[in-house]
């Protein structure tokens, strides 16, 4: 089953760079998101989402900037949101 996250480029290529992708039409899907500023909608499944949640945290461990370890957390927390709202019933 797969829900549709909202999210911006930026997020995107953090995905992209440090998460693992299932599915290649998540990928394709996250891939496509264009650059510039708003956000993008893309379906996502549990299982992504998820897989997501804990590349990012494991890449976070590694980071010493603050705003970089900032940005993760925001995207943690809205993926973790998003989890919680669309995929437990």
Do not use: W
């Amino acid at each position: 089953m797969t829900r549709t996250v909202t999210i911006t480029h930026r997020q995107a290529q953090l995905v992209l760079k440090h998460g693992y992708f299932d599915d290649k039409s998540e990928k394709s899907a996250v891939e496509a998101i264009p650059k510039g500023r708003g956000y993008y909608e893309v379906e996502l499944s549990e299982f992504t989402c998820e897989n997501f949640i804990a590349d990012l945290v494991h890449y976070a461990k590694r980071l010493r900037s603050e705003r970089s370890l900032d940005e993760i957390d925001r995207l943690c927390d809205e993926l973790e949101g998003f989890k919680r709202s669309v995929f437990i019933e």
